[in-house]
């Protein structure tokens, strides 16, 4: 008679639970319908709503937070569908593993000598030329955004080395045929991102892994092609040369 009812846990025995239960319908705890009901632990299952924000505080993912965007039943264990906050994908974690929280994770910092928005060679199933950017450390294993913008799920032992190094040295041009580093500032001329600013974090040939403080999923990175930015504040290449080609007949 009891299946479905919702309650507030007072305390926790060995194998029991003592609950008072709130009454039907009512949002508030102020409104309850008995007085204390003890139940067994295996009776019970912690109450966690489709559109919660949480927290995951055990298993592969601890520590991401995300909305929960759906809750059922699967092999005997209540399972929640989370859409995470840092990554903006959805996984899978029991709800016995998830509390209620505003908090909003940014990941751990670091793994086996890997760190977020480190460049890094991949391997295990990609091209012999796939690289890409660490967008989340998790406990045993990264989310990574790779050169044609797809996230991948790494174990460390799937990456061969950095290229951070190399990536400060690189040198690309952007539309207008400016030369392009690691650091500077462009926007974006096409494509999806169009008309978005964003910092150059790291650059692989003709591609660019770009960093914005306004884009929340990925760790603020996305990817797009050199020629489809504009170093920010330059003047049009071809009308900058042609001014001052006139400037010099009359120097």
Request: glycine share 10%; aromatic share 4%; with cysteine.
């Amino acid at each position: 008679d009891l299946i479905g009812m919702r309650g507030k846990v007072l305390s926790m025995g060995a194998i029991t639970v003592k609950v008072r239960p709130m009454a039907s319908g009512e949002g508030s705890e102020e409104h309850f319908a008995l007085g204390e009901v003890e139940f067994l632990t295996s009776q019970l299952m912690k109450y966690i709503p489709v559109g919660c924000h949480v927290k995951v505080t055990d298993g592969r993912y601890t520590n991401e937070t995300g909305t929960v965007v759906a809750v059922e039943k699967m092999e005997g264990d209540w399972i929640a569908v989370l859409l995470t906050d840092m990554t903006n994908k959805e996984v899978s974690v029991r709800t016995s593993q998830l509390q209620e929280s505003a908090e909003i994770s940014s990941g751990q910092d670091k793994l086996q000598g890997y760190e977020l928005h480190d460049l890094v060679v991949l391997s295990g199933g990609g091209t012999n030329n796939e690289v890409g950017v660490i967008v989340r450390v998790g406990r045993e294993e990264f989310s990574i955004i790779n050169n044609h913008g797809v996230i991948r799920d790494c174990r460390p032992e799937e990456l061969r080395g950095k290229r951070n190094a190399s990536s400060r040295r690189a040198v690309a041009l952007d539309v207008q045929g400016n030369q392009i580093r690691v650091g500077d500032s462009v926007n974006v001329t096409e494509g999806p991102n169009k008309g978005k600013g964003a910092s150059i974090k790291h650059m692989n040939r003709a591609q660019l892994f770009l960093y914005s403080q306004t884009k929340q999923e990925h760790a603020g990175i996305f990817v797009v092609r050199s020629r489809s930015c504009v170093l920010a504040g330059a003047r049009n290449s071809r009308g900058a040369a042609a001014a001052d080609a006139n400037a010099s007949q009359y120097a």
